[in-house]
Nanobody
Framework: VQLQASGGGLVQAGGSLRLSCAAS????????MGWFRQAPGKERLFVAA????????YYSDSVKGRFTVSRDNTKNTVYLQMNSLKPEDTADYYC?????????????????WGQGTQVTVSS
């Protein structure tokens, strides 16, 4: 599975961005997917996850109520809608895919990673 993340950019606090993650490959569209972020000098952290069908989602406490993960399996694409952005949301955002189903929070539980897209929120 190959993953291509896009949609990052510079936005003012309180603004919105939508990230996209396009998947390709033999099993794309049948993977549980996750979004992670990594600020400079810090570890990569879980943001959100969505199961294969898109029915079930899970969020970190820091983004719950502000971010929404969704997917369109006809387009093999997962989205992360980010609203009410804060300066502390500034990071490189990565999408990831699991070979198996289920919602998982750990970096090591994902098998495939995209290249990351940078999000900068100014105060």
């Amino acid at each position: 599975v190959q993953l291509q993340a896009s949609g990052g950019g510079l936005v003012q606090a309180g603004g919105s961005l939508r990230l996209s993650c396009a998947a390709s490959g033999r099993t794309s569209g049948r993977n549980s997917m996750g979004w992670f972020r990594q600020a400079p000098g810090k570890e990569r952290l879980f943001v959100a996850a969505i199961n294969r069908s898109g029915v079930h989602t899970y969020y970190s406490d820091s983004v719950k109520g502000r971010f929404t993960v969704s997917r369109d399996n006809t387009k093999n694409t997962v989205y992360l809608q980010m609203n009410s952005l804060k300066p502390e949301d500034t990071a490189d955002y990565y999408c990831a895919a699991r070979s198996e189903g289920g919602l998982r929070l750990g970096v090591s539980e994902y098998d495939y990673w995209g290249q990351g897209t940078q999000v900068t929120v100014s105060s």
